[in-house]
């Protein structure tokens, strides 16, 4: 297998970086391939931690010092990010189990074997490298647990079931509330026409009539005088002893 002269040098890679960057709202990005029955999120260049950000894959002062296991180094990421990350690997787990019974493993992508450079890093990495970016959660299914790179066209079709399940049950714990959907297909509509909406608004209630100055300003006022003299004088009253 062909790993390329450097990052995104095949059109293969490319294009899933294509498709990254034109769709920015994806939140989980799933790559299939084979062997060993695993559910593998980040990272896969060290064992995670949660407590030393700078002890990062951003940090030079670290570099030829990553994938050993139980060294001193381990590559941080935030403890909100490595529990969003085990929760939807978990659901994939338990949807590819109910097809029939197939029990995968959920883990670090590292406790299978280091790795550096691969799709579910990089699409994690991203945020981390401009917080622009929106975050995308990265993971591997790692099919097949007869421990084959070649199963049979029969095997293969189980194994399409299980997987197809695992990735059904991800999209729907993915799927947004109503209200969400809601309002993003409220701004979807609003943003386009968000200025001129705004050039009518000021035609019909133009600035000088809200002003200090205008004259609901000043009717306002007016209201506040008369409502002070109306308190002043209930409160002139005095009450009759017993």
């Known amino acids: 297998m062909f790993r390329g002269t450097g990052p995104f040098s095949e059109p293969e890679s490319r294009n899933v970086q294509w498709l990254v960057d034109h769709f920015p709202n994806t939140r989980y990005f799933v790559d299939v391939h084979s062997f060993s029955g ?3 999120y980040p990272w896969g260049d060290d064992e995670n931690q949660t407590i030393d950000p700078p002890m990062s ?3 030079p002062a670290w570099d030829g010092k990553r994938g ?3 060294d001193a180094y381990r590559d941080y990421l935030p403890a909100a990010r490595l529990a969003a990350l085990e929760s939807a690997a978990t659901v994939m787990r338990d949807g590819i189990f109910a097809v029939r019974g197939q029990s995968y493993v959920t883990k670090q992508g590292f406790l299978l074997y280091p790795t550096s450079g691969t799709s579910e890093d ?4 991203r945020e981390f490298l401009d917080p622009k970016k929106s975050t995308l959660n990265g993971f591997v299914i790692e099919f097949n647990k007869n421990l084959d790179f070649f199963p049979t066209w029969a095997e293969m079709v189980d194994l399409i079931a299980d997987v197809d399940a695992g990735l059904i049950a991800l999209a729907d714990y993915a799927r ?3 209200f969400l959907v809601i309002f993003c297909r409220f701004i979807h509509w609003w943003w386009p ?6 050039a009518i608004w000021h035609r019909v209630f133009p600035p000088e009539l809200w002003g200090p100055y205008g004259p609901w300003a000043r009717i306002v006022r007016r209201g506040e005088q008369i409502a002070d003299r109306i ?3 209930v409160r002139g009253f005095k009450g009759r002893g017993r």
């Open 57 to 59: 894959f951003m940090n």
């Open 122 to 125: 990089w699409a994690f990495t």
């Open 231 to 233: 308190v002043a004088a």
């Open 193 to 198: 026409i968000r200025d001129r909406f705004r």
């Open 68 to 70: 050993i296991a139980g």
């Open 38 to 40: 695993d559910v593998l």
């Open 176 to 178: 947004p509330s109503l």
